[in-house]
């Protein structure tokens, strides 16, 4: 064990905090006593609540600095404060909400970061350099992964400035009401994630033929998005007459591929300023560490990233709803703000319709983890946010029109958060955990963060780079904020690797598909 870790240590975040987090590796036992007095009279795990006062039946419990619930019965000082002893609050209203009452000052302009990316002919900057195949329904997807075998094999080791090839397959494309309103979310999806900087506009759709989604629709869009022009021989069709057996149809994808498979490989790496990154900011396997140590950093990181002009998004509508009333006074302008709130009261009726409350989350893990309930956990969570205002706010897969501070709404979901923020446009994502996960996006480098000391410790090699330092005082948020920015550029120069992308792990695309399956 750290021996700054041997004292015992607890965290409160705001001076009006009526509990605390226990830091210690393996929690605290009964008759610990703290260096201000405070005595344990039960065992309390490790980043669970602690009563810092007497709590009465029915009254607040406070954690940063709000109301995160109400005790269900008396709590005396010094006890363990597990979530079944906390009534979770309502959340929000919407309709009272203030707007754009409290804009941050613009933060002093930080310059002269670089990053060697992939400069696209539309402008975009990509962090990597793959070939991307779109498909326009699941029926082609076995097809597709063959040949992606095929191409790792035989063809990537003639391109060798080719980092690889992902194939963009999905659950949509039939079966589906391809005309409800809310099918403008997965047609939009999957458009915009052919379009991601990182498949450096070499556009190629394998098609089954019989889809609702046919290519053409699929390469059209909806009407917030840009039109992809594609010659037909980019488009393979299995139906064809033409293709007599399987292997007919796979020769027909290789010589697509090829084709573009020659134009990346004639890109380079070239000196980019860090105004040209777009990066998301996601956590999963939450902790009550999250928000105290691995967010606020990943919050500074992503105020420094918008210092340099560049894009950062967060996201996860269920975990940031129950902190709605910290954000709205953020947006730098009341029409931001409204559009806020749609995508609040969208996905309170989206939930509504399916009968789900707030109390569906937190999962078992977070509160094993220390969240008692989804107010705490979305506390924590807009901490990833840092201290920019929002200037743009997204519906789930749109690309952004403005560069800073985005709000991209999407499911809390950590693979369909990936998939959607990926449409959005990011080409790096961040991902902040306290319980762990090997999670991992074949489009873009994917950097898992660790909130506390004994999963940095114990997942040495899927982890890298721990804020729990934070918790235990051999850092500050500060520097590891600085040392999260400086990781950020040198993975998306190609100069370090993350662990995922070292041990090859990858996530399936998961598209948000709000739209009746039929």
């Given at each position: ?360 989350n937190p999962s078992p893990g977070n509160k094993k983890g220390g969240l008692a309930n989804v107010v705490e956990k979305a506390l ?139």
């Amino acid at each position: 064990m750290n021996k700054i870790t041997e004292v015992p240590l607890y965290i409160k975040v705001h001076e009006t905090d009526n509990v605390a987090i226990v830091v210690n590796n393996n929690g605290l036992p009964a008759g610990t006593t703290f260096s201000d007095g405070l005595q344990l009279i039960e065992h309390v795990p490790q980043g669970h609540k602690v009563a810092l006062t007497n709590i009465a039946s029915g009254g607040n419990i406070i954690r940063y600095g709000e109301v995160i619930g109400y005790a269900l019965r008396d709590i005396a000082r010094g006890s363990w404060i597990e979530e079944s002893l906390v009534a979770l609050p309502e959340a929000p209203p919407l309709a009272s909400l203030p707007l754009a009452n409290r804009v941050p000052d613009p933060l002093p302009p930080l310059e002269g970061h670089t990053f060697l990316g992939y400069r696209n002919a539309d402008g975009s900057v990509g962090t990597r350099n793959l070939l991307g195949i779109t498909t326009s329904v699941h029926c082609v997807a076995g097809v597709v992964d063959y040949v992606v075998n095929i191409i790792e094999r035989d063809l990537l080791p003639r391109y060798p400035n080719v980092d690889g090839v992902v194939a963009l397959n999905h659950l949509y494309g039939c079966g589906v009401a391809i005309n409800a309103p809310a099918a403008v979310v997965p047609i939009r999806t999957i458009h915009n994630l052919a379009l991601n900087a990182n498949l450096g506009g070499e556009v190629m759709v394998v098609s089954l033929g019989c889809e609702k989604l046919q290519p053409e629709r699929l390469l059209t869009g909806t009407d917030d998005v840009q039109v992809i022009s594609l010659d037909e021989q980019d488009i393979v069709r299995l139906q064809d007459e033409k293709h007599i057996g399987f292997e007919a149809m796979v020769q027909e994808i290789l010589q697509v591929a090829e084709r573009h498979l020659q134009r990346l490989n004639q890109r380079q790496r070239e000196v980019c300023p860090a105004s040209e990154l777009i990066v998301g900011m996601q956590c999963g396997g939450s902790d009550a560490f999250s928000g105290v140590t691995a967010n606020p950093a990943v919050g500074f990181a992503s105020d420094l990233l918008v210092r340099c002009g560049a894009t950062v998004m967060f996201s996860e509508v269920t975990e940031v709803r129950d902190a709605i009333h910290l954000l709205t006074p953020r947006v730098v302008n009341e029409e931001v703000g409204k559009r806020l709130l749609e995508e609040m009261a969208w996905y309170d009726d989206y939930l509504d319709q399916g009968k789900t409350d707030r109390s569906a989350n937190p999962s078992p893990g977070n509160k094993k983890g220390g969240l008692a309930n989804v107010v705490e956990k979305a506390l924590g969570s807009i901490a990833k946010s840092g201290r920019s205002p929002i200037v743009e706010v997204l519906s789930p897969g749109q690309r952004p029109s403005k560069r800073g501070l985005i709000y991209a709404a999407t499911p809390a979901s950590d693979f369909v958060c990936g998939t959607q923020q990926m449409a959005s446009g990011i080409t790096l994502q961040v991902f902040t955990t306290g319980r762990g996960t090997p999670y991992g996006l074949a489009m873009i480098p994917v950097i898992k963060m660790a909130t506390r000391n004994a999963l940095a410790d114990r997942w040495h090699d899927l982890m890298d780079i721990n804020a729990g330092t934070i918790a235990t005082g051999e850092e500050t948020i500060e520097q590891v904020g600085w040392r999260l920015f400086e990781l950020i550029l040198d993975i998306a120069s190609g100069k370090k690797q993350t662990w995922s992308d070292r041990w090859g792990l990858r996530n399936q695309l998961a598209v948000f598909n709000p739209a009746p399956v039929t």
